[in-house]
């Protein structure tokens, strides 16, 4: 096997494609005065590790089986909603748990003025997950990755006629970085506000296999991958918490049918959030110190990269990278934002038919 594009910037071999120059530059000079060291290094998941979001393609896998309908969900857990400027949402006959899950992306009527108004919305597509197995929520999210192909999504059509979701695929790139760190020591990390079994399922099942076709032996740890998650409940009402059970039992870290039977989600999410400045919370209690390096690419990851001592940007293709960068530099205090331009993520999508898809997937270029 070839040398990897990370390995021939770390040799100074030269500037690896699909990697803004001084960007790589500055990558290659910051694992190598890191190497071996066993430094943290944090990243976020959804649209940093894979272009596409697991959380959502997996609530949308739910919703389409019929695992999630309106009928079934307790009426406490989606309150009648007026979004700023929109028609009120209200539990009914023929709801759409989809529409719910997006207004609820910016639920609140302060605008601009709110800090963190995903959050409201990722927390919910854990909690409206109450009483499912976990098996099936497993299951889900190996049906939504599967239908990905090589460097192209798959779309999950969740209600007929509505809003479709991408099947997230690695980006190559980012694959290639996170094998070249685990290769140097680096303890790595992956903070998503995603449902943290999705995101382990992906890492164990889906990413890890990659790193070890690029030579990497050990891969992301399952105790490594921290999310959103609610308490678990057994046969006997016993309450479990993931943070906790992951480390503890080993075919329970493995997702194993074995180590998750009888496990259920319950209502009550497990704090802190990731999510926002919740992220840096969830390093100080995992980690206990602050990243060498964090990479990122949305508002809600801005803190837990300003936390850290380098930072990542993986900055959307509609933005001016530089004028992003230089905001971020000038809020945080920080000199060490390294901008990376990518494809903007995949939003949500009308059905097809109503609007033509696109389903190639660019590199990070």
């Known amino acids: 096997m070839g040398m990897s594009k990370i390995s021939s910037i770390r040799r100074g071999a030269g500037i690896a494609p699909g990697w803004d120059q001084e960007t790589s530059r500055a990558l290659a000079k910051l694992i190598r005065a890191g190497a071996g060291k066993r430094l943290p290094v944090v990243f976020d998941f959804d649209n940093t590790i894979v272009r596409g979001d697991i959380g959502e393609a997996t609530l949308a896998v739910l919703v389409r089986s019929g695992l999630l309908a309106p009928e079934s969900l307790s ?14 949402l209200e539990l009914r006959a023929g ?9 609820l992306l910016a639920p609140t009527v302060h605008g601009h003025a709110d800090p963190s108004p995903l959050s409201c919305g990722y927390a919910w597509a854990v909690e409206v997950m109450s009483g499912l197995r976990l098996s099936e929520v497993v299951r889900a999210t190996r049906t939504a990755y599967a239908l990905s192909r090589p460097g192209q999504p798959g779309i999950i059509e969740a209600t007929p006629g509505k809003a479709c979701f991408p099947s997230p695929v690695f980006y190559r790139e980012m694959v290639d970085l996170l094998a070249e760190l685990v290769r140097q020591e680096f303890d790595v990390w992956i903070v998503s506000a995603s449902n943290v079994w999705s995101v382990r399922w992906m890492v164990l099942h889906a990413l890890n296999p990659q790193l070890r076709e690029r030579w990497v032996s050990r ?11 609610t ?4 046969a006997r009402n016993g309450w479990h918490k993931d943070a906790v059970l992951v480390k ?3 075919d329970y870290a493995s997702l194993t049918a074995k180590g998750i039977r009888g496990l259920r989600l319950t209502s009550r999410l497990q704090f ?11 390093i100080l209690d995992a980690i206990g ?3 060498y390096l964090g990479v990122g690419d949305g508002p809600g990851d801005r803190a837990m990269l300003a936390a850290s001592e380098h930072q990542l940007w993986i900055a959307r293709h509609r933005e001016n990278v530089e004028r992003v960068t230089a905001t971020h530099r000038r809020t945080t205090g920080g000199s060490g934002w390294l901008p990376q331009a990518g494809p903007a993520a995949l939003p949500p999508r009308k059905a097809a038919g109503k609007r033509k898809s696109r389903r190639t997937v660019a590199r990070i270029v």
């Open 272 to 282: 802190p959030l990731p999510a926002y400045s919740g992220k840096v919370a969830c």
């Open 95 to 103: 709801a759409d748990v989809i529409e719910y899950y997006q207004a």
């Open 289 to 291: 110190r602050s990243p």
């Open 75 to 88: 009426p406490s857990i989606w309150p009648p909603l007026r979004p700023p400027g929109k028609a009120l």
């Open 248 to 250: 503890e039992n080993p």
């Open 219 to 229: 891969g992301i740890r399952a105790d490594h991958v921290i999310g959103i998650s």
């Open 231 to 234: 308490l678990l409940t057994d």
